[in-house]
C-alpha cells in the first residue's frame, strides 16, 4: 500500500512558477520500488499524462507541452517526488494528481499506476 499527499497547488499569474510535491508513506514495498508520475485532469476534460520518473530516477518522461517548462524529480531519503512548473500558462490549470506504480514500460497510461493522491489544484491567470 502506498499513500500520497499533494500539497504546492494555488493561484499564479502567467508565466509564474510553481513547485507541486507529493509525500509517499508506502508499507511493503519501498518507495523506490515505484515509478512516479503526475497527471491532470482540467474541467470538462479526461485526466492526462503529465511526467513520470523511474524507480531509480534515472530516467523522466514528459507530454510534449510541458518539455522544457516542467521538471519532474524524486527524493528517495524523504520520500518525496516534485513537480517545478516554470513559464505557466493558463492552460496548465487543473487539479494535479500524484501517482505511483510498479510500471514496467508504459509509463503515460493511468493504468500503469495504482496509487493516487488527493489531488491540487493550480489556477494560472492570464
Known amino acids: 500500500q502506498v499513500q500520497l499527499v499533494e500539497s504546492g497547488g494555488g493561484l499564479v499569474q502567467a508565466g509564474g512558477s510553481l513547485r507541486l510535491s507529493c509525500a509517499a508513506s508506502?508499507?511493503?514495498?519501498?518507495?523506490?520500488?515505484?515509478?512516479m508520475g503526475w497527471f491532470r485532469q482540467a474541467p470538462g476534460k479526461e485526466r492526462e499524462f503529465v511526467a513520470a520518473?523511474?524507480?531509480?530516477?534515472?530516467?523522466?518522461y514528459y507530454t510534449d507541452s510541458v518539455k522544457g517548462r516542467f521538471t519532474i524529480s524524486r527524493d528517495s531519503a524523504k520520500n518525496t517526488v516534485s513537480l517545478q512548473m516554470n513559464s505557466l500558462k493558463p492552460e496548465d490549470t487543473a487539479v494535479y494528481y500524484c501517482?505511483?506504480?510498479?510500471?514496467?514500460?508504459?509509463?503515460?497510461?493511468?493504468?500503469?499506476?495504482?496509487?493516487w493522491g488527493q489531488g491540487t489544484q493550480v489556477t494560472v491567470s492570464s
Open positions: 501517482a505511483a506504480g510498479i510500471v514496467s514500460r508504459d509509463y503515460v497510461s493511468q493504468y500503469e499506476y495504482s496509487y
Open positions: 520518473i523511474d524507480r531509480s530516477g534515472g530516467r523522466t
Open positions: 508506502a508499507s511493503g514495498r519501498t518507495f523506490g520500488g515505484y515509478a
